[in-house]
């Protein structure tokens, strides 16, 4: 009877784990979307402004240690300071 308690705990051990990590895997998901959202919605504000755009996308490229995630939000804070510059 003991063994198969053992057994039964480990199954659900199991599944809680694999539920953990799938809803981990979801959490990654929407942020990756979140974050090309971001920038997708900076491209857009920038779109009058095409050669600033294009120097920060360049220069946000050759910063190869920052992450996509960080590299969008430092993108949407540069635009931001670009419309608040030139507007």
Do not use: N, P
Request: a negative charge; aromatic letters at 12%; proline letters at 0%.
């Amino acid at each position: 009877m003991k063994k198969k308690q053992f057994v039964v705990s480990w199954i659900f051990l199991l599944m809680f784990l694999y539920g953990v990590g799938v809803l981990w895997q979801q959490h990654h998901a929407i942020r990756i979307q979140h974050s090309i959202a971001f920038e997708q919605a900076a491209i857009h504000l920038l779109e009058e402004d095409i050669l600033v755009a294009e120097q920060e996308i360049a220069q946000l490229k050759t910063a190869s240690y920052i992450t996509k995630a960080l590299a969008s939000e430092e993108f949407i804070q540069a635009s931001c300071h670009t419309m608040m510059t030139y507007s």
